[in-house]
């Protein structure tokens, strides 16, 4: 059964860094796209960041791009998310996701909440 598990959400003030992590199961990182999701209160989700585990190619959004950092350690099955220089915007629910064997795959996310 595939399976992402996300950790590393937590309080911090603007300007804090945080580190989430992305577990996955049931299968191995041969040739999928990775990505960072994440939906504030009342809005829509929307993509973050992602990478590809075979090209190891990334992607940010304009609203994260030089603050952010996706990685992989491919070998463990995980993909890091570096946050840094938090702001207030960014608080929300932070959730990875991939799309293997034709279903989208979703963890249970990991709350952000950053105080201004």
């Known amino acids: 059964e595939v399976q992402f598990v996300e950790s590393g959400g937590g309080l911090v003030q603007a300007g804090g860094s945080l580190r989430l992590s992305c577990a996955a199961s049931?299968?191995?990182?041969?040739?999928?796209?990775i990505g960072w999701f994440r939906q504030a209160p009342g809005k829509e989700r929307e993509g973050v960041s992602c990478i590809s585990s075979s090209e190891g190619s990334t992607y940010y959004a304009d609203s994260v791009k030089g603050r952010f950092t996706i990685s992989g350690d491919f070998a463990k099955n995980t993909v890091y998310l570096q946050m840094n220089s938090l702001k207030p915007e960014d608080t929300a629910v932070y959730y990875c996701?991939?799309?293997?064997?034709?279903?989208?795959?979703w963890g249970k996310g990991t709350q952000v909440t950053v105080s201004s």
């Open positions: 049931g299968f191995t990182f041969d040739d999928y796209t």
């Open positions: 996701n991939s799309r293997i064997g034709g279903m989208n795959y």
